[in-house]
């Protein structure tokens, strides 16, 4: 049974899927009678279903050491081209898919009580299979067209998710960027597959694999295909120059939250860790990844300190974190991509969960109206608390270890890397701080004095997740094959490796500390220097990044397009209208003509039919032959 | 077997149109349902009994016509026409079920829809070069009065500059078929590719180029292209729906069959710079929808960018490249079928078009929420989301096009990127948002309005998920077309082909 289970394990993103099929009657309003619940209850079974099945496979496979198995499914044959899909099932797959539907199934009962009042239940379980079904699948994809499928089947379902409350200004512009900000990315990373599949041999990221180590590919050729594959990650991940969907996103449901900063963003980053033999073809896809990591995590870190809406203020430390997969990946050290990938993950589905029911409960996004939640809330405080340490380097929890492992020695690292990690670890410490204090310490305000509680469809999965937060770090030590087993170099009289750890730790105490004693300002308090207010706007405003958009990239857009249909109106249908303006007159005559009579019609056609046939015929025929006589 | 295509339809027409006595609109449209179902259906039997390994002329049909003209009655299909007869029965059927039920002279409007369904099927079944020409042309006429009888505010001036285009076009392709038989003094006007292949390059650019021009307005490709977006705004539904989803196929049809099939050697001279104008007309498609105010006009100025990949494929010539091309063009016939049809329906219900006073369309109560739905699903289909057709035909066209044209390619991947600008554009401002209160009260939306808007969703899905069914009927006609043409010939694209990158890491 097991073995069965595992054999066809390709079918875990399926339930996804038919759990968003399954919830069509409703979503369409075929089936009225029984409110939208039905449909989240087939979907919530779907997932876990998935859940279930995907860790009886991974139990499976645990007991089979070594065993992989490869699906590949010859899509479509057409002429010279051969595209394949192929699917791998091994334990680093299978693993991430067991996040995936985790997480999904975690978000989606937490979007049972989210959502209880919505009316489109129907239609947001519907997308959030679709969302489940993508992941699952990137996760198991063994080839570049598969995942490229894939992720943009995100990117719709990011679209309709972020535009599920679509009668709202803010959600509308916040979708049309987000697929947009997408699409600039995946349009690029589709140029690099085209090229790459005219270049090599197949589209499987193991052909790709043994193509790169073998490529004759001239080095401008190899740099640009790998900024190419790295342009669509960027935009999935919330990457600079991309990076400002994720900020809007957060108008769209807390629970498409959840999901979108802990797995959707990692989709993207999956990929890149996949695609990482391709880079080292060029040194330029691996600056271009180091710079664009590091870009980010710095200036996305100091974004999320003047944020003061809940959830903004935890996504920019999303992109932040990514920043440092793509350095990683970068670096090439695959095996630490993956791990922050995972601890980060759930650190930050368990933040979200959190923000959720702070905004469930106190209908409101704003920290500096809130305050003196830590008693009444007890549940979600511990989860917000439990969350935070999974994310900073301070506690023995998931990003600890991960930070821990990259600096034992068996990693060629450097002081600038560590550099950047105590930056990110510092301002995370410092943000992460400034919110709890805001929120659940001092007193409380108007909007948090009736604070129970949540219910225990979000309570439920949020102690689940606390609970597994604070067990995360014996599952990368319980299944270390999980990884890539690691090269025994132990570089340990490197000074770096042996002071990273206890700076590490020192970087995320002061940034605690600092978060401890810089002065809180509620409701609209504004600082008073100037220049304490000039660094607040500009955080706040995100570096001013949409307004040089907005003059930039849309301006050329929206002038290009104007000027082009002027063009199109004036010199190029204007020249035509004034050669035809002759012909237009005898033509509006002809109007007159007409008596409405349906035989007039038959006869004119008639008489047009005969004319077009003689000029054939006889006309014509002995005009052009004199016509290409004179010619030759 | 393939006259019926023809015949019937024309047979319907005269029933329709010389019935005596005024019909109700109601029961002419269910006759030509009728009809047009036993259309479709026959072209279906036509498909399973038409074999896709051969690379010939199937189901041939001859009759002596015109002797001393050389004009014969000669049908025949291979895997170019298969395809694009196919999508002519599928959309009369769509066009017909999408007609307003109490529309005027309904008798008059259904024969006409027939002429122009038999026209459209004549002019891909005919392997006479006149014989082509003359259903070409024949075409122009019922489409004519379709625009001028039932179209909007300006139908006169959109149906008269239709027509001045078209017969321009019509000439040049004529000019272009009479300079071909009478230079290799053929005896006929039978297609008989290996013809020119005697005859030197120039002169075969001396006839492609009229040729182009002449296809080219019919596709059409800029700077050809004016009559297209007036053509469509005065069109009404249905016409619109034939007229993107297989008249403009005419064009590229021959674009195949004649520019590469006949003339080969000038075509590979020309390709490159057909491979740019094709970028370019892609390009100004793209932006010039961006700017449009009118919903129609949007999808129409998208169809001008996307006919323009098939150009693009064409150019360059390859079996992987010739076939996409063809899928290109079923996939654009489907999705900008599906597009017309439910702006339609938006147009129906609301009475305008204009993106400027629509908006909130999907709410659940009182919009248009599945059509809203749809409408997402089309524009998904069109910007390119894989698993539905528009993204497995484009990947073909690009990833045929790119060994020969990388440039090029690349600009035309620019261009659906902006395919998603635009159509985002249009979602945004016309489905989401608040539903102001003047649009609060919308006739409701009968099943009948959405059937072949789902059939035609279906389909996309269908061959978006199991490309192989679409692609296989078109292939072996595909590979033959630049194979076939004698050694030198079929060398000269392959070699090409080979140059190409290798220029490319020479420059680097």
Redesign the interface.
Same mark, same amino acid.
């Given at each position: 049974m097991a073995d069965f289970l595992f054999q066809i394990s390709w079918f875990i993103p399926f339930y996804g899927l038919l759990g968003a099929v399954l919830t069509l009657p409703w979503s369409l309003g075929m089936i009225r009678r029984t409110g939208p619940r039905p449909a989240a209850y087939f979907n919530l079974l779907m997932t876990f279903l998935a859940f279930v099945h995907g860790s009886l496979a991974f139990r499976a496979i645990w007991h089979q050491k070594d065993q992989q198995l490869q699906i590949v499914y010859h899509w479509l044959q057409v002429a010279d081209l051969d595209l394949s899909l192929a699917i791998e099932i091994s334990p680093l797959t299978l693993g991430a898919m067991e996040v995936v539907t985790g997480i999904g199934l975690l978000a989606q009962l937490f979007a049972l009580g989210y959502l209880e009042k919505d009316w489109s239940l129907a239609r947001f379980y519907g997308l959030m299979g679709l969302f489940e079904a993508a992941l699952s699948g990137i996760a198991i994809s063994d080839s570049l067209l598969l995942s490229y499928g894939f992720l943009e089947m995100l990117t719709l379902s990011t679209y309709l998710l972020v535009g599920f409350w679509y009668a709202q200004p803010l959600v509308v512009t916040a979708a049309r960027d987000a697929f947009l900000t997408k699409r600039v990315g995946d349009i690029i990373l589709l140029m690099g597959v085209v090229a790459i599949s005219s270049y090599g041999e197949g589209l499987t990221f193991s052909q790709l694999e043994s193509w790169a180590a073998t490529s004759p590919l001239p080095p401008l050729t190899s740099a640009l295909l790998g900024l190419s594959l790295i342009a669509g990650p960027t935009g999935k991940c919330a990457q600079f120059p991309l990076n400002l969907w994720l900020d809007e996103a957060m108008e769209g449901p807390n629970p498409a939250g959840i999901m979108r900063n802990s797995i959707v963003v990692s989709a993207g980053a999956y990929v890149l860790i996949k695609l990482q033999p391709v880079f080292t073809l060029s040194p330029v896809s691996s600056s271009a990844l180091i710079i664009i990591g590091t870009v980010t995590a710095i200036a996305t870190s100091l974004m999320a300190l003047a944020q003061i809406d809940i959830k903004r203020a935890l996504c920019h430390s999303t992109s932040a974190y990514l920043g440092l997969v793509f350095i990683s990946v970068g670096l090439g050290h695959i095996d630490i991509a993956f791990l922050l990938l995972f601890t980060h993950a759930i650190a930050k589905a368990l933040l979200f969960m959190s923000a959720g029911s702070l905004i469930m409960t106190t209908s409101n996004q704003n920290i500096t109206e809130m305050g003196g939640l830590w008693s009444r809330m007890p549940a979600t405080t511990t989860a917000f608390v439990v969350g935070s340490a999974g994310l900073i380097c301070l506690l023995p929890l998931g990003t600890f270890w991960t930070l821990a492992r990259w600096f034992n020695g068996s990693w060629a690292v450097n002081w600038w890397l560590l550099g950047i990690l105590l930056f990110v670890n510092t301002l995370s410490a410092l943000n992460l701080t400034r919110v709890f204090r805001l929120v659940f310490l001092g007193k409380p305000q108007m909007k948090t004095r009736r604070t129970p509680e949540v219910a225990w469809p979000m309570a439920f999965p949020m102690v689940s997740l606390t609970v597994f937060n604070l067990i995360t770090p014996a599952i990368p030590m319980l299944w270390p094959f999980w990884l890539s087993p690691t090269t025994p170099l132990y570089n340990n009289d490197q000074v770096v490796v042996q002071l990273a750890v206890p700076l590490l730790i020192t970087s995320g105490l002061v940034g605690c500390v600092l978060g401890l004693t810089v002065e809180l300002r509620r409701g609209w308090a504004r600082p008073t220097q100037f220049y304490l207010r000039f660094f607040q706007d500009l955080f706040a405003y995100d570096f001013y990044l949409e307004r040089v958009y907005n003059l930039t990239v849309v301006w050329a857009v929206s002038s290009l397009s104007k000027l082009t249909a002027w063009v199109d109106r004036y010199l190029v249908d204007g020249a035509v209208n004034l050669v035809s303006l002759a012909t237009i007159l005898s033509g509006n005559s002809l109007k007159y003509n007409v008596s409405g009579q349906s035989q007039f019609y038959i006869l004119t056609m008639v008489v047009g039919i005969s004319v077009l046939l003689g000029l054939v015929i006889s006309g014509q025929w002995s005009v052009l032959i004199n016509y290409w006589s004179s010619i030759y | 077997m393939l006259s019926a295509f023809i015949w019937l339809p024309l047979l319907g027409a005269a029933l329709i %149109?010389f019935w005596p006595g005024n019909r109700a609109g109601e029961k002419v449209r269910s006759i030509a349902l009728i009809i047009a179902s036993g259309l479709l259906s026959l072209n279906i039997i036509l498909g399973f009994q038409f074999d896709t390994k051969v690379a010939e002329i199937q189901f041939s049909e001859y009759f002596s016509w @015109?002797e001393w003209?050389g004009l014969n009655y000669h049908l025949g299909i291979d895997g170019l026409s298969l395809p694009l007869l196919f999508l002519n029965s599928l959309l009369t059927l769509m066009a017909i079920a999408s007609s307003n039920k109490s529309l005027e #002279?309904p008798? *008059?409007y259904y024969s006409l829809l027939f002429v122009l369904s038999a026209g459209a099927a004549g002019a891909f079944l005919a392997q006479d070069l006149?014989l082509f !020409? *003359?259903f070409y042309?024949?075409e122009i006429?019922?489409l004519y =009065?379709l625009i001028a009888?039932w179209g909007g505010k300006r139908r006169? /001036?959109a149906a008269?500059?239709f027509l *001045?285009y078209t017969a321009v076009s019509g !000439?040049l392709v004529?000019?272009s078929f009479? %300079?071909l038989v009478?230079?290799t003094g053929a005896s006929n006007f039978d297609y008989a590719p290996l013809l020119s292949n005697n005859l030197p390059v120039e002169t075969q650019l001396?006839l492609l180029a009229p040729l182009l021009v002449g296809l080219f307005i019919k596709i059409p490709i =800029?700077?050809f292209?004016?009559?297209l977006p007036d053509a469509h705004v005065e069109a009404s539904t249905p016409i619109s729906v034939l007229l993107a989803g297989v008249l403009l196929k005419l064009g590229t049809y021959g674009l195949l069959r004649f520019g590469v099939g006949f003339f080969l050697d000038g075509w590979v001279v020309l390709a490159p710079w057909l491979a740019s104008l094709a970028a370019v007309s892609a390009l /100004?498609g793209a932006?010039?929808? @961006?700017?449009?105010q009118d919903m129609k006009k949007v999808v129409a100025y998208s169809s001008i960018a996307h006919m323009a990949y098939i150009l693009l494929a064409a150019a360059a010539t390859?079996? *992987?490249s010739l076939?996409?091309a063809v899928f290109q063009m079923v996939s654009h016939g489907l999705i900008s079928a599906l597009l017309f049809l439910l702006v339609g329906v938006v147009y129906n219900k609301t009475g305008t078009r204009d993106v400027n006073s629509l908006r909130?369309l999907?709410?659940?109560q009182r919009g248009l929420?599945?059509v809203g739905s749809l409408m997402?699903l089309g524009v998904?289909a069109s910007?390119? @989301?894989?698993?539905m057709v528009g !993204?497995?035909a484009e &990947?073909?066209v &690009? #990833?045929g096009s &790119?060994?020969l044209f990388?440039v090029q390619?690349?600009l035309c991947? $620019?261009g659906? %990127?902006?395919t998603?600008?635009y159509f985002?554009?249009v979602i945004?401002r016309v =489905? &989401? %948002?608040?539903?102001p209160d003047h649009l609060a009260h919308l006739p409701p939306v009968q099943f009948g309005d959405r059937a072949p808007a789902f059939v035609l969703m279906t389909l996309i899905f269908l061959l978006g998920l199991q490309?192989?069914w679409m $692609?296989r009927w078109s292939?072996a006609q595909?590979?033959s077309l630049v194979t076939q043409n004698g050694k030198l010939l079929s060398q000269v694209s392959i070699d090409a082909r080979r140059a190409r990158?290798a220029t490319? @890491?020479v420059n680097?």
């Open positions: - | %149109g @015109i003209l #002279r008798q *008059l006149l !020409f *003359l042309e024949l006429v019922p =009065f009888i006169g /001036y008269m500059k *001045l !000439f004529l000019a009479l %300079g009478w230079l001396l =800029f700077p292209h004016t009559w /100004y932006c010039c929808a @961006i700017a449009q390859t079996p *992987l076939t996409a909130g999907l709410n659940p929420p599945l997402i998904m910007s390119g @989301i894989p698993g !993204f497995i &990947f073909l &690009f #990833r &790119f060994p990388p390619t690349l991947l $620019v659906t %990127g902006l998603a600008v985002l554009l945004n =489905f &989401f %948002g608040r539903l490309p192989s $692609v292939e595909a590979t990158p490319i @890491i680097d």
